[in-house]
């Protein structure tokens, strides 16, 4: 099960680090991604990484702004974000495929967190 966390109410130009952490399994072998879903759309990609690490794949609107990591000691992936805006206000939800790559579908993953609200006041 994964559970995401770090979500909350800041102004624009804030910052926060979200978190997701697994339950009963290790997330040092699956590709992770996050994902996220404004009020009234559909879900979208933000961000990517293989489970061998490397590169790691963003949403051309947070690039710059966002950064995912992983840290295998604590079975925890993160995404840290920087500069927000308004635009980035939604339900963020990590993703977690065994072997994965960094995938941007949603259906390549079949492992969900239940989301943590972001909301950027402007």
């Known amino acids: 099960q994964l559970v995401e966390s770090g979500g909350g109410l800041v102004e624009t130009g804030g910052s926060l680090n979200l978190s997701c952490s697994a339950s009963?399994?290790?997330?040092?072998?699956?590709?992770m991604g996050w994902f996220r879903q404004a009020p009234g759309k559909d879900r979208e990609f933000v961000a990517a990484?293989?489970?061998?690490?490397?590169?790691?794949r963003y949403r051309e609107s947070v690039k710059g702004r966002f950064t995912m990591s992983r840290d295998n000691a604590k079975n925890t992936v993160y995404l840290l974000m920087h500069s927000l805006k308004a635009e980035d206000t939604g339900v963020y939800y990590c993703?977690?495929?065994?072997?994965?790559?960094?995938?941007?579908?949603?259906?390549?993953?079949?492992?969900w967190g239940q989301g943590t609200e972001v909301t950027v006041s402007s």
């Open positions: 993703a977690a495929e065994p072997y994965g790559s960094e995938y941007t579908r949603l259906h390549e993953y079949n492992y």
């Open positions: 009963g399994g290790t997330l040092n072998r699956a590709g």
């Open positions: 990484m293989r489970w061998t690490g490397g590169a790691i």
